[in-house]
């Protein structure tokens, strides 16, 4: 059987208008591929398909949309990249003005660009949330929480709760490998974590260890990184995310004719903001963080380039997002007005991600979705493209979304994607609890969306596709269309726990470093 490998590089996403400081009707659905196209086809489900990409693509028998050319491959490929705070504010099919991004491009001008992607607000529930398919009230990290950092909690292998989708693919036959970033366990604890996580092989950042600050603080030029045959060390004059990419294209080199589960979760374009290697003269933080995203998309064309070497691209869906938006302070243009970075806010320009879908001749081409996806759907997606079943015992809140990227089907089972995460945990006797019994979050579907307190109350509702920005709340509005959304998500409010789940770990020593009561 043929083999499909597939890269899922994820960023941040949502309609462009909705990032805009002052909204408009022309931001909706910008983006490389309508200008490009021009005149587009709305299809059921809320897909645009580019007439001119998709004839372009359609794979030879005349089925433009890659269904009967997915039905002979079993066993793909998949590389999942995750970029550190960058809003679709900063890629240009998302309609960025002040920055060129033509690999990311591509990938969208081939592919699906989705306008309805939620990540969480912050990095350890993104990086939960993606490994184990839950949401963060279900897993506890609904709060961020830098284990090498502050010690104490950490993801633990050893409960059901954080089986991973690394897991799961190795149960499939998959050799897997991630390299990057993970700040959820420490490796001077237990240096083989991501073997017991259902890693094969990796090479990550071990992340700013307390107690080895001098050593591990440095995130991108000569960075502290852990590999399985020579444990954590300094690579001297290196650059993180060349160590990582260089890492990953070897491991693909070499496991090319195995079915591979790839995980990168890029460390740029957080901070600190630095000059990279091409563009060392760089002094605003601005222009630093500029430099950072085209080195992005420096990294994701060599990954391209060495499929085509490889000669696996024709069997390579790639999937690009990040773990939330771009941090305050870092303001782009969209339309001509300016988006600010809002990571770690609840806001659209907070968690609605890039997500971009490509893979020739296999995920139909030129394709706009508003179709709603979340990070909990990734792991069940891995799992149905892998030809896989999930454990009948393993709980997960996702559903996969392979029948859309795959061209089967115009939308996914979504009716409606929640974000959550607060900024960080606190120690208590008990160990690491989150601020809140019940965690503050924003639950939407293709329209409305409502916020929830703490207090498990809505109390802002708002039209999307009326006010992107989410200026007017629409909570005590008698229209009878406000009403009814409000009515389906207090249903939704209703079915959630009135606690969410602690951190899923055993206690152990406590080390020099824990952060304390």
Known sequence: MKRLTILLFLSSLFTMSAFADTPTKSAVHHSVLSAADGATAKQAGGTERSEIDSRKAAPKGGNRRGASTQASISKPNILYIMLDDLGKEWV?????????TPNIDALAAGGMIFNNAYSMPSCTPSRTT?????????????????????????????????????????????????????Q?????????????HGFDDWALWTGCETGNDKVSKSRDYNPYINTPTEGSKTYKGKFLADVSTDYLINY????????MCL??????????????????NVKTRLDKHKAMVRYIDKCLGQIVQTLDELKIRNRTIIIFSTDNGTIPGITGTVNGLPVRGEKGQKTERG???????????LVPAGIKTDALTDFTDLLPTFVELAGGKLPEDLIIDGKSIAPLILGKQDDTPRQWIMSMGESSGQITKDGVRNKDAFGKRVIRDKQY?????????????????????????????????????????????????????????????????????
Not at 92 to 100: L, P
Not at 134 to 163: L, Q
Not at 186 to 196: G, I, S, Y
Request: charged residues 25%; contains cysteine.
């Open 92 to 100: 240009g099919c998302y309609g960025a003005e002040d920055i060129k």
């Open 130 to 182: 993606v490994l184990s398919g839950k949401y963060p009230w279900r897993t506890g990290w609904t709060s961020h929480w830098d284990v090498p950092r502050w010690g104490v909690a950490y993801f633990d292998w050893k409960k059901k709760e954080n089986t991973t989708f690394a897991t799961l693919m190795k149960a499939n036959g998959y050799s897997t490998c991630a390299v990057g970033k993970w």
């Open 184 to 196: 959820i366990n420490d490796f001077r604890v237990e240096p083989h974590v991501l073997e017991k």
């Open 252 to 259: 693909m080199r070499q496991h090319k004719d195995e079915p």
């Open 263 to 280: 995980y990168y979760p890029m460390p740029l374009p957080h901070p600190p903001l630095v000059a990279t290697p091409d563009e060392p």
């Open 351 to 361: 968690v609605c991600a890039p997500f971009i879908v490509n893979g020739p001749g």
């Open 449 to 517: 969306k409502v916020w929830v307190t703490n207090k498990k109350k809505i109390n802002r509702l708002h039209d999307l596709s009326a006010d992107p920005v989410e200026q007017t709340n629409l909570l005590k509005s008698s229209e009878p269309a406000h009403q009814k959304a409000l009515a389906k998500f207090q249903k939704i409010v209703d079915s959630l726990p009135d606690k969410d789940a602690h951190r899923f770990y055993e206690p152990r020593a406590a080390n020099l470093w824990d952060r304390k009561n």
